[in-house]
């Protein structure tokens, strides 16, 4: 078990350190001077207060949609629609914060149900075609997170947008709704409170609970876990409204905490960004923050260089590709495996 | 440097050296194993269950690299690191498992990698030529245009010794080849094997059925625990030896049933007129069946006549198309198999890899998958881990589980204690029926002995089980009584076992003799059927 | 006539919906072709992409359509090898394989694309070619049909002709035949000396030509430029046109036409007083619906239980 653990890291370790030397000869192609663009790259997030907060808020929302993506694929399933559902989540946070009027923290809470709840729509549509018609969630999930982008960029345009700003944005929410911000230098607010909450509420439900147990017996093996008597149509469903809720929630969060009003055009990409940590967090919640603080840090740093340096953000996909492949590549550094497994058998061997 | 080998009088065709295969896991499947065979033999590879029988012609076939060792054919070193290299060498193997795409038709498979082509198109007529000639050639008879997934098991296997002789081997290897076959069957398939070896072919004959062994074999090679233990001339050993020297001990080959009680119990089990289509076939046809308290219904067949649909059936897997079934008085007709098992229902599946275990998961996580939501191991909501582990520690005595801790993952223990891992959870839970599905598939004698132990224990406290087997030696030195399955059918019903030939059976097996339908049920249920 | 029905039943309509079909056809053949080898291609969706912007770039700096094209073609391929690299010998999980290209692809491309041109959006600044459209003789002067398949850019008529060849290429020659005994029983292949592997790897790189075909389409056919994201789903959509039509190339063209024509349909609807982002949702919806329809139907008749 141990060997395991320890094997798992050095894996993980070595896959990161290929895919940062794959980014830097990339950088070296198109770059007049690369060493000094990929040191942006490494230390930007560490140059300003500004900068590191900038960093930490990046992982709130990122710790949302690993979360999300790490209980749908506890249980098994390939739903790629925490994008979507962050997207609507924060939509429908947008519209509760307009349009609602109540006391502030009632307001918040409101607001934050608001986009669980839509969130929560956007992984039950997958969940229901498959549990009641075995349609692919895969491919479901992705119809559905354009179908979440085109309805949400209609309700902004049409029924929530501001017509004195200049640019398409909506209404400002209301200032209830807010959760509030520590300090003027930096952004980081009060949803991470809320975030702690739920890495510890997915947590607890995963390992501790009855309905966590049937998820994760139902990700392990779905014949077992048929077999054993659990209702893995129902779990499959439950799992993905679940992983909806958390992700519409991260999305409310992030209106409510950052932005105040809503001005994205396009899905900001925090949902596939969520399988990536599922990956390096191996599924478990409690990892899920510190992959999504490592993340938020690759992204950071990639703005930082684009900002300083001749060599466009997007560089850093390249490198979260690679980390997805090597990470989840079962040969990789197999053999090496192998060969500690043989020692270790003829060890025993000659000790009996 | 290594040593050549000796040339010998008697000429080894084959000669495997020092193989040593450690798998990913940790198992040492063998170790340091020598083997010799002589051209023009059938020589038989023994050992229990997990011997290493099947990994060293996996080696040999180049389907597993060995960790050390050098193979040697007609006294040449050969490197064989792909089933390519072994059939270029004349190796062909007869896989336990049926090495046959189920879509493509005989032919198809027949000539699949090397096939007759016009250019780059295939030349179907010319395989179906090809797949005739060589049936006429060595008698044995296959429809080239028959699909694979419309032809029996016996057909099947034919099809695997064609393939493997239209590469031209001289070395076969089968691969317990009789496990599927009926009586009659596994007679032909032995006429033909000797007429092969009449033609000057050698075959490996792998299996632990020391009777065929005997009546087949010119010699044996004994495996026990990945070593070789000694290959000896057949005619000059006996049955007995052999066992001693694939166990280490004499055997008790045969389980002792369970004593009938003087009253007859309650019935726990009822399916009457059972129907299922799959696939357009008619799967289950019409089978009734009860199972009272305190015996054992045993069901013989050939695997694929409707056994594993009906275990499903029963179990709520799969649904039924027409049918009832009744468990201890309770319609579970149509039922999920939660509310099946919540009836007193428990099931030892024929797959324990595929549904027994989530290999991955823990000891403790295996055992409380049907009680995950039941006092003491939860609340209804939240798990008590103190009684996860409780009871994981509890069982683990119990049924005698080999492990380091109940947090060892199910998948890096052996086939015997996995299914000891099955065991323990699905009769821990005082079951009023059980459905045993090949309950003893695939584990050591030892673990076999305990599984039969459990069961007649089980029943002789009263439970109700139904007994599902293709070793017919087992299913019928076990049930108290006895139905035989054929195309999805129940043909034939005994209520005393005791006396019954196994040659009898085999006929009804293999559908050449049936009972009344009438008559099985209404002899089965005691009373005619309302 | 209500004016968007007489327009459904214009020849041009039909013309357009073969336009707008043709790279879902290509991506779903390719789709087909993986999966009967035995792997799911859920990368189509990246292959395209990086096979339309490799296009544009390769044409623009040659001055050639056709090298354009080969570029594309070249840059599917190795996508194709990529994925079978990472999945067939490094034991990748396709599915997460597939998501790691696709992520690569999406914004790779666009790194890409500000290093060549400067500029994240489109690629308008780059001098690329399109690949021409054909008149086809006779066929062109009977009427409606000729207004249909008489005048189309030379790539859909490759499309239409592809659909034939991978029919007869996995149904009529020896590949074909060991490529779906490969994808139905390795094992079986394996044991009989076929190198699954190799026949996979070649399964993907043609998938990935095909679905570089299709990107291609988009980019130098379609429109003449490439912008960002320009396949929104294309490659998906071409899945469940596989799922749609049985796994089978003729199928697939049908299923690809059903969503050709929703497609089409909604470029038509623009015209109307509804919302832009209801109708550029029709696909996508169309998709979902039938996906669904469809499973539910496969499930009654195969009674297929959870996998």
Known sequence: ?352 | MRAQAQPQATDPILLMKGITKVYPNGLVANSNVTFEVRKGEIHALVGENGAGKTTLMKVLFGLEKPDEGSIFIKGEEVRISSPNDAIRYGVGMVHQHFMLAPSLTVAENIVLGAEPRKGIWFDRKRAEQVCKELSEKYGLHAEPAAKIKDVPVGIRQRVEILKALMRGSDILVLDEPTAVLTPQETDELFEALKSLKAMGHTIIFISHKLREVKELSDRVTVLRSGKVIGTRDTDQVTVEEISRMMVGRDVVLKPMRPKATGTRGEVRLLAKNLNLVQDGTQVLKDVTLQVRAGEILGIAGVEGNGQVELAEVITGLSPCDSGEIWVCGQDATGKSPGEIRDMGLSHIPQDRMIFGVASNASISENLISTRYDKRPVSNGFSLDIKAVAKLGQDLISRFGIKASSAQQAVGTLSGGNIQKVVIAREFSTEPKVIIANQPTRGIDIGATESVHKYLVDATESGTAVLLVSADLTEVMSLSNRLIVMYEGQVVAYFDEVQGLEEEEIGLYMLGLKRQEPDEVTASMMGRPVE | MHPLLRAVFSASFAASILRVTTPVLFASLGAVVADLSGVVNIALEGMMLISALMGVIASAFTGSAWVGFLAGVASGILMGLVLGYFHLKLKTNVILAGIALNLLAAEGTVFLLYAVAHDKGVSSSLPSKVMPEIQIPIIKDIPVIGAIIGKQNVLTYLALIAVVMIYLFLYKTSFGLRLRAVGENPDAADSVGISVHKVQFIALALSGALAGMGGVHLSMGYVSWFSRNMTSGRGFIALAAKALGRNHPIGAFLASLLFGFTDALSNYMQSLRVPGEFIQMIPYVVTLVVLAVYSGRQLKSGRSSNE
């Open chain 1, 1 to 352: 078990m141990r060997r395991n653990a320890w094997f798992e890291l050095l894996r993980t370790g070595v896959a990161i350190a290929a895919a940062l030397i794959i980014g830097f000869i990339v950088t070296s192609l198109v770059s007049e001077s690369p060493a000094e663009a990929f040191g942006y790259f490494l230390k930007g997030p560490f140059t300003s207060i500004r900068r590191f907060g900038s960093f930490l808020e990046a992982a709130v929302p990122l710790t949302f949609t690993g979360l999300a993506v790490s209980l749908v694929f506890s249980a098994g399933q390939f739903n790629m629609g925490a994008e979507g559902q962050f997207f609507i989540g924060a939509v429908a946070a947008t519209a509760a914060g307009i349009f609602l009027d109540l006391p502030p923290v009632i307001h918040t809470v409101a607001c934050l149900a608001a986009g669980m709840v839509a969130g929560a729509i956007g992984g039950f549509i997958p969940g229901i075609l498959k549990a009641r018609w075995n349609a692919s969630e895969l491919v479901a999930s992705l119809m559905l997170n354009y179908v979440f982008l085109k309805l949400g960029m209609y309700l902004i345009t049409y029924h929530l947008r501001d017509p004195s700003a200049g640019a398409l944005v909506s209404l400002p929410l209301k200032e209830s709704s807010w959760l509030p911000q520590f300090t003027r230098t930096t952004k980081l607010h009060a949803g991470v409170f809320v975030m702690f909450l739920v890495v510890f509420a997915c947590y607890y439900f995963l390992y501790r609970t009855s309905k966590g147990y049937e998820a994760r017996m139902t990700g392990q093996n779905i014949s077992f876990a048929r077999y054993s008597g659990i209702p893995v149509l129902k779990v499959m469903l439950l799992i993905q409204v679940l992983g909806g809720a958390v992700a519409g929630l991260g999305g409310a969060v992030e209106m409510l905490g950052i932005y105040r009003r809503f001005q994205w055009q396009a899905s900001p990409g925090y949902g596939f960004d969520g399988v990536i940590i599922a990956i390096l967090a191996r599924n478990n919640p409690l990892l899920v923050p510190l992959a999504a603080v490592f993340l938020a840090y690759l992204r950071v740093g990639a703005d930082v260089m684009a900002m300083y340096a001749d060599v466009s953000a997007e560089m850093v996909s390249i490198i979260q590709a690679v980390i997805i492949l090597l990470v989840t590549a079962e040969a990789f550094l197999a053999g090496y495996r192998h060969r500690l497994t043989l020692k270790e058998v003829k060890q025993r061997a000659s000790a009996s």
